[in-house]
């Protein structure tokens, strides 16, 4: 099933639930871009391979190709995330519910961005969806274990294999490279590094954009009252529409999360930027065409970890990483209590007793 962008606005005009979905999940998507895309750009910024405005520009494009092509492609994120909990039965309930986790999802965000810690929105995506259909089933009952399975899974593989293809890149590129003059050295990965950015953004497109749409497309179809809807195509109206607010999430609030990534945890040079962004990129991209969603977050992060502790472990600044880690493992009770709570609150606000 799929929605074109004439029915959409047609909708839109003379439907109060859909303009009220359309507005919480572009504002999540908006949150993201600030909070969660600037993980993309954040070594090439760091290291001076490319200024913010240009990488942010540069972000936004490859976020739609991946976007774009990675659906056309394999879109098992996408539906992965659609049917990551169970919203069928009452459409009117199950709508507020989705409502209510999609603003605990903006709230834990913002509150991370605020403190300028690089949250994973693809775990609070998950956290605050489940929560809100804890609460719509009253119990365990909507929650879909083997997505949730896929969800393990990608947080193993965002953190271990991220680390480690992080510490293996570059030594591979050190041992390459170690007889190249330091300053051609330089000029080389200062460019080679603004396209492995632009892989790094492409990829994040790729994981995090069909996680937003996927979510995006079951508000309209609950919205619309099918709330047994199954199967989906994504049409391109919807990537062009994620892809250019998630850009403007990113030109918006970005450097702040930028400093954080790229600057707090680990000092890098331009061989070291380059190995972990080429390395967060195929672990994305593996994650990607397995069907897996990951957290963009995570991956680049611990990619960055593996970078510094191949060189020395006391390069990496630990006490920045400590307060990422604790972030990433209070998102799922937290983001997915505020879900619950915010779900029964909309549930007596905003439905008929």
């Not at 607010?245 to 930028?258: H, P």
């Amino acid at each position: 099933m799929t929605i074109s962008f004439s029915e959409f606005i047609s909708a839109l005009t003379s439907n109060p639930a859909l303009i009220a979905v359309t507005a919480l999940t572009l504002a999540v998507i908006l949150v993201n871009g600030w909070t969660d895309a600037p993980n993309a750009i954040a070594t090439c910024v760091s290291t001076r391979s490319l200024s913010p405005k240009k990488a942010v520009i540069m972000a936004a494009i490859c976020n739609f190709l991946g976007v774009a092509v990675m659906t056309a492609v394999n879109a098992t994120v996408a539906h992965t995330i659609y049917n990551i909990a169970d919203f069928s039965g009452n459409s009117d309930e199950a709508l507020v519910a989705l409502c209510a986790a999609l603003a605990a999802i903006a709230v834990w965000a913002t509150l991370a961005w605020i403190f300028g810690i690089p949250t994973s929105e693809s775990h609070a995506l998950i956290a605050g969806i489940s929560g809100a259909a804890i609460a719509l089933h009253s119990g365990f009952g909507g929650i879909n274990g083997a997505e949730w399975m896929k969800v393990l899974y990608g947080l193993l593989l965002s953190t271990v294999l991220g680390f480690v293809m992080g510490w293996i890149t570059v030594k591979l590129v050190a041992l390459c490279f170690k007889r190249m003059n330091h300053s051609k050295a330089q000029g080389v990965f200062s460019k080679a590094q603004i396209g492995s950015a632009a892989a790094m953004a492409f990829m994040h497109g790729a994981q995090d954009g069909q996680k937003f749409m996927g979510v995006f497309l079951l508000g309209i179809f609950l919205a619309s009252g099918q709330d047994q809807t199954q199967s989906f195509v994504i049409p391109i109206w919807v990537m062009i529409l994620c892809s250019l607010v998630m850009g403007i999430g990113t030109s918006i609030g970005g450097y702040r999360i930028i400093k954080t990534v790229g600057m707090g945890m680990v000092k890098l040079e331009k061989y070291q930027g380059f190995s972990a962004d080429l390395a967060a990129a195929i672990c994305l991209l593996i994650s990607s065409v397995t069907g897996i969603p990951v957290s963009t977050t995570h991956t680049k992060t611990t990619a960055i970890m593996g970078v510094g502790a191949a060189n020395r472990l006391s390069a990496v600044k630990w006490g920045v990483v400590k307060e990422m880690v604790l972030t990433w493992i209070l998102t799922f009770p937290g983001c997915g209590i505020i879900g619950f709570g915010m779900a029964k609150l909309f549930m007596v606000i905003f439905l008929p007793h």
